[in-house]
């Protein structure tokens, strides 16, 4: 692969850029015999040629892409068709808030101040996929909330592929930054619309300042041929508020990096999951949670659902450093199983080094409770329907922390739609 | 000075004692270093057939290519192989020494722990005066265990006398390339237990009382191979609570324990090497790796209390193999100062219908380091397969760590695993609330400590477990500021 013809070597952040490929070069893509990989191979994945740099801008109508935005309410919505932002199909403002783009901030002076603050401060320098994402990415959202600002409407960013080239290796990056007392809600989706495989390997930084509260919804329903890493890194300041749902129904491989660093007290840091999955898609949530300071909080309740031959992986590692006194850390992990050849790892981990601290994981796997089948099937509900009752009051502690009925909405009805049913009520 | 009759038969019985003493530890003692000689040579000292040294043979090319572990979560200056000696008569009785010369800390500890004098001799390698009592007392149980015909007896002696048992089972719950240090271990290894149950038998009595009598093979590479027939039952402890300050620094053992159908197994350690001193000086790398086989019908139940050596690294594990099959474990691990603990277990389910529980209680104070790792797995035909496991930490001081790294592997549909781990430390109001009723800090933390223990300690066989529960109070005590 021919990177440095693409290169801008003038560009402000290409020291960071070399960097972050000296890096990638010696450590390449992690196999798995590293610890953290140890379930998800990325081999199937290496085996496709994937071109890095689209050559073409490919349209899109609005009324073929409709269904995948939240297009009930309003939004902001920052959108990209193959990496390449598509003005036309998004609203962006600069109206006391920055909802733009990330080329833009990286080259304009304007933004230069937040820029050299947090671009690439929290997103690892070692780890291989990141410092990739580091090297070539071009594009992505760039979010800027002042101080007590909240902008008037949730921020949609969505990333198409079109594939009308070969295969498609996506690694858009973005940037999120919520100074104090500000709010934000984001809703974040990758959709392919081609049966050409493609790679999408994304990097987030989200800044949350003093008193910030951010809701980071990621919707994960791509086409059977997509694969998507995301990396998301999370710097929390004093009694701000981050909730990170990740819904993931679609995709061939997912594999979700989630992590979040607690860098001041009385902090709540939320991360929710729910899992649905069947063929042979695989989904692996690796979630960290480094307290560095005393009296935060964090929350952590995945919820996974496996059939056909589907894995799902779940690797959970919560950090109590030795000042993080009066830290409360929670986790749960609970899936079932519905088919035989599904499988599902689960590794819970925690590392303590403070006393005086509420720390517990619970992680269960079982079945389908058949008394409360047979009960429901006793009054009339068909089986099928009756499972995916079940299956939905299993996932609901997650959806309903979900602060966007909208969203809320579309979740459950993209649960039904995996689970081939119609209730006919929302829940 | 008259010089009595019974002056010079003293001076003469000393003398022999001292000679024959020196003598054996010339001859006995191995230069330092390993290699295929000295596998070869300790294979020759133990007269073992010839099977048994290809068998070491294979181990130790094997153990050659592999690598020192390092995935476990400690930390420690590796030690160098070649600068060990392998193979070095067990040690004999001073006989000019007596309990005056004992560390008195460490007879404190006796002391605390209720042991009897004799064996506190014992145990020093104090030479025992002749204790008729005792003497009958292994006889008897020698001779009620030959009634049954059960075999109990050094692993190197059944080489020789039962090859077909030994020949058949040794390896087979553990491989000799099963690990590095299993590989060193199945090399090298000089001593340990072999004990096997016929068909249909009940082992009258825990298998411990007879191992405290009979001197505790504490060997460097100490190697138990435990069969239990089917329908066969036995309780095995080994170790003791009483403290050994052993010489050697790395101790590596190879437990393996098969219990065929039907067949029961319950196997206590109370192990409390050298922990190091205050400083983190010194103290015992205990590298252990312990695995039972289950048959149809079959259960395995470990139980450990771990308070002492400088590093473990120790997953006492179950193979679910049959149908209907039950695996266990228990586990209090304490570690103080300078310690470093990794240690869990793993249930590996094959057959249907298995289950298994795991209660690991961890207890770190000073600046320790506790970890529990540990592995289930359900494989794809082991139907209806059921675990639980619990895990509590219990962190005394801040300036420990406790560590938890459950794996868990699920491939199919109709397993239930439950598992759960809390971390937590010593609530100011327990405290307060003992205080308040006139209990000291320090006896109000050991009562809370064994309420926390206590569901692992039910455990233990009756008169360990009250060992092992003052054991417990030993361990901690100073570690409450």
Known sequence: ?427 | MAYTEEELKKELETKEYEYGFYTDIESDTFPVGLNEEIVIAISKKKEEPEWMTQWRLEAFRIWESMEEPTWANVHYEKPDFQKISYYSAPKSADPNKTLDDVDPDLLEMYRKLGISVDEQKKLQNVAVDIVVDSVSVATTFKKTLAEKGIIFMPISEAIKEHPELVKKYIGSVVPQKDNFYAALNSAVFTDGSFCYIPKGVRCPMELSTYFRINQAGTGQFERTLLIADEDSYVSYLEGCTAPSRDENQLHAAVVELIALDGAEIKYSTVQNWFPGNSEGKGGVFNFVTKRAICEKNAKVSWTQVETGSAVTWKYPSCILKGDNSIGEFYSIAVTNNYQQADTGTKMIHLGKNTKSTIISKGISAGKSQNSYRGLVQINSRADGARNFSQCDSLLMGNECGAHTFPYIEAKNKTAMIEHEATTSKIGEDQIFYCNQRGIDTEKAIALIVNGFSKEVLNKLPMEFAVEAQKLLEISLEGSVG
């Open chain 1, 1 to 427: 692969m021919a990177f440095e013809n693409n290169v801008d070597v003038e560009h402000p952040v290409h020291d960071v850029r070399m960097a972050a490929i000296k890096n990638f070069e010696e450590k390449g893509f992690p196999s798995k015999k590293e610890e953290a990989w140890k379930y998800t191979s990325l081999n199937s994945l290496q085996k496709i040629d994937f071109s890095i740099f689209p050559k073409e801008q490919n349209a899109l109508e609005y009324k073929d892409v409709k269904p995948y935005f939240i297009h009930e309410i309003d939004t902001y919505k920052i959108v990209f068709v193959d990496g390449i932002y598509s003005s036309y199909l998004s609203e962006t403002t600069h109206d006391g808030v920055d909802i733009c783009l990330m080329s833009a901030a990286l080259t304009k002076p304007m933004y230069k101040q937040v820029i050299d603050v947090y671009f690439n401060k929290i997103a690892s320098k070692d780890e291989s996929l990141t410092t990739l994402n580091t090297a070539f990415s071009r594009e992505g959202a760039y979010i800027y909330i002042p101080k007590n600002k909240m902008p008037k409407k949730p921020i949609e960013i969505l990333h198409f592929s079109t594939g009308n080239e070969a295969s498609l290796l996506l690694q858009p990056r973005n940037l999120i930054v919520v100074e104090e007392n500000a709010e934000v809600q984001i809703i974040e989706r990758h959709q392919s619309l081609t049966s050409n495989d493609t790679l999408t390997n994304a990097v987030t930084e989200i800044f949350a300042a003093k008193s910030a509260i951010v809701d980071f919804y990621k919707i994960q329903n791509d086409a059977a041929t997509a694969s998507l890493i995301d990396n998301t890194y999370v710097d929390q300041k004093d009694k701000s508020v981050v909730n990170v749902h990740t819904f993931s129904f679609g995709g061939k491989l997912t594999r979700n990096n989630l992590n979040f660093y607690q860098n001041g007290e009385y902090i709540d840091s939320t991360m929710n999951g729910v899992t649905i999955l069947g063929e042979k898609q695989h989904v692996d949530h690796y979630t960290l949670v480094h307290h560095m300071q005393p009296n935060c909080e964090s929350h952590q309740d995945y919820k996974g659902i496996y059939g056909d031959s589907s894995t799902g992986v779940f690797n959970g590692k919560i950090i109590v450093d030795k000042i993080a006194q009066k830290t409360n850390a929670f986790q749960k992990n609970n899936n079932i199983l519905i088919s035989d050849k599904a499988s599902i790892n689960s590794k819970p981990q925690l590392e303590i080094f403070a006393d005086d601290v509420k720390c517990s994981h619970g992680c269960t796997i079982g079945q389908l409770d058949e008394d409360a089948l047979f009960y429901l099937q006793s009054r009339g509900i068909p089986k099928k329907e009756a499972r995916a009752l079940l299956m939905y009051a299993f996932a609901n502690n997650v959806l309903s922390t979900v602060r966007i009925p909208e969203l809320k909405a579309r979740i459950n009805k993209l649960i039904a739609e995996k689970l081939g049913v119609n209730l006919g009520f929302d829940l």
